[in-house]
């Protein structure tokens, strides 16, 4: 699983100038990617990330509007939940220094 922090035409861009890493292919592995506003699963056969999900208040409009690309959505998404306040607190006890903000 991947987080994003931002969720913007700036983060979500149809192509990228290099790659850093390998990304999934149609054989693996399992990518899903989080963003403040929804969430993305790689689709294998597809080759190409589609809406899996998407946040309370947040409509499939604003997750697609605020991306450089026109993603595939799922016929049925999931609404997500936000995290509770007891996850919330074992993040923070895990990164204290709060790294994941930065």
């Given at each position: 699983m991947m987080w994003l922090k931002e969720h913007s035409r700036?983060?979500?861009?149809?192509?990228?100038?290099f790659i850093t890493a390998p990304g999934p292919t149609k054989q693996g592995p399992r990518l899903v990617i989080c963003t403040p506003k929804?969430?993305?699963?790689?689709?294998?056969e597809l080759g190409e990330l589609v809406v899996a999900g998407v946040f309370p208040?947040?409509?499939v409009d604003d997750v697609v509007n605020n991306m450089a690309f026109k993603p595939r959505v799922r016929e049925t998404l999931s609404m997500l939940e936000p995290a509770t306040q007891d996850e919330l607190q074992l993040l923070n006890k895990l990164d204290p220094g709060g790294i994941r903000y930065s």
């Open positions: 700036r983060t979500l861009v149809e192509r990228v100038d929804a969430m993305f699963e790689f689709d294998h208040g947040v409509t």
